[in-house]
């Protein structure tokens, strides 16, 4: 059995999400009145983040659709 390695991970997926989530609740608190929900809040980030607008657009282009 190989011996199990102690060492840090460079890069943590759970950590990295919630920072994100946590960036995205405090901005939208600090925003909430102009939107009538997070969802509408959600998608108004997407369309002013150029990152995320590229992504969704690969995404759409990506997805399978069906009848």
Known sequence: MAA??????AFDCVAFKQ???DKL???YERRKSEFASY????RAAVREDSWARKAWSRFSRTLVRTP
């Open 4 to 9: 199990k390695q102690n060492h840090k991970k």
């Open 19 to 21: 920072e994100a989530q």
């Open 25 to 27: 609740r405090a901005e």
């Open 39 to 42: 969802e509408e809040f959600l």
